[in-house]
């Protein structure tokens, strides 16, 4: 039986992210690298009814159904990417990766719920190590089921094994201008930058350039150093 | 930062799966229950291009995506649903469920992935232990990352542990009927009856019914005996 349906397929979006991430840049490339970085998912109503979240609470992890809708909608097909993780210059084919210039532009993430919070008779959800860009569109929520999806000795492919993490320093005096924030913040930073979050190409090379990254309300400038990322400077974004 | 978009998410229908579920009735509740029944996923052009599988034979497993497509748009948004696992009475909240009845329609499954079959310069898939009914709209294909999709030890809320599993017996004569299955197929069969598919609230009571379920080309006839699934007859179904 061929299915009938030659449309495109269309489904509301229920909500969104508000995550640590301004910009793409320094994203982490899968979810739970980062797992002091905590983000809100808020709902349009009438999503965020209570409800529809009764029994949430015991799970301890959820999927995240998004739309990436920061990348544009190819008008032709490209079979092939280059995921950063080959160092951007091997090709592999869409389906074998997790970019986001895919057919659907939907992404999986599964990440860690940490706290259901009602405020004002509507529902948002913390949840830890998220992977979204601040403002993401949120398709669907789907409670992690450990015995149906977890397959700890699946074959990974190319991807393994957790990257490798650099070192984070900061400059002199330059921690001292994120006192604004609190210490799971100041954790996520170090967390997000020990990535390396530069197009991979770059990471074997000598590189002095100087990289800026949004993350919370700060511009993060820092620079590579072998093993060690650098953080040089800090600049406060306005609210 | 609020996402812009207040429209609906929409993107292409990639293809379609062919699997032994020709209905609803009988189709196990998650994914991996019934590891015997294999699934073909056929893709549309251009998606069934060889160059976008490149590297996927190194993953031993996938999450599908797909569309819910038997299940009817609700105008109005339904926060509740009753999951079978529960006895198809007690509550839960949407997003605390696996549920079709969500307002996405997206379903999402892990699935092993046994073939990449390459026919007439296109590709298409065979995966074990999928839930989905024959027929049924695939978004998405994205391959599985351990050490970032598998987290064993997750609270699984009210699906902690896989359901428990009837005997599964054929009356004289009746396997007979079967003999153009293959052997996996027919192990396929006895693993989707031992899921005991009645509706839930069914399962404890006094049972005379005769139930009839779509697999392969037959239609099974079956009824309960205590902890038996005693397989009454078979009959073929047209090609």
Same mark, same amino acid.
């Given at each position: ?6 449309? /495109? ?13 301004? /910009? ?124 149906? /999806? ?90």
């Amino acid at each position: 039986m061929q299915s009938n349906l030659s449309t /495109d397929f269309s489904c509301p979006i229920i909500g969104y992210i508000k995550s640590p991430f301004a /910009d793409k840049f320094a994203v982490p490339r899968q979810s739970g690298l980062a797992p002091s970085a905590i983000s809100q998912i808020c709902f349009y109503k009438p999503y965020s009814d209570p409800k529809a979240f009764i029994a949430l609470e015991g799970f301890s992890h959820l999927h995240l159904i998004f739309f990436f809708d920061k990348i544009e909608k190819e008008e032709t097909f490209r079979a092939m990417v280059r995921p950063p993780r080959l160092g951007g210059n091997q090709h592999v084919g869409v389906f074998a990766s997790r970019s986001p210039f895919r057919p659907s532009r939907i992404g999986l993430s599964v990440v860690e719920l940490v706290e259901i919070k009602k405020h004002d008779g509507e529902i948002s959800l913390f949840v830890s190590g998220a992977d979204l860009v601040d403002g993401t569109p949120i398709l669907d929520i789907k409670p992690y089921i450990p015995f149906v /999806d977890a397959k700890p000795y699946a074959k990974g492919g190319f991807a393994t094994e957790k990257p490798p993490l650099k070192q984070v320093i900061f400059k002199e005096g330059v921690r001292l201008k994120l006192k604004s924030l609190n210490t799971r913040e100041l954790k996520a930073i170090e967390e997000i930058l020990a990535q390396d979050p530069r197009p991979a190409y770059k990471a074997g090379t000598e590189d002095v350039k100087l990289y800026r990254a949004q993350l919370y309300n700060f511009e993060i400038v820092f620079s590579f150093h072998g093993d060690t990322v650098l953080v040089e400077d800090v600049l406060q974004l306005k609210a």
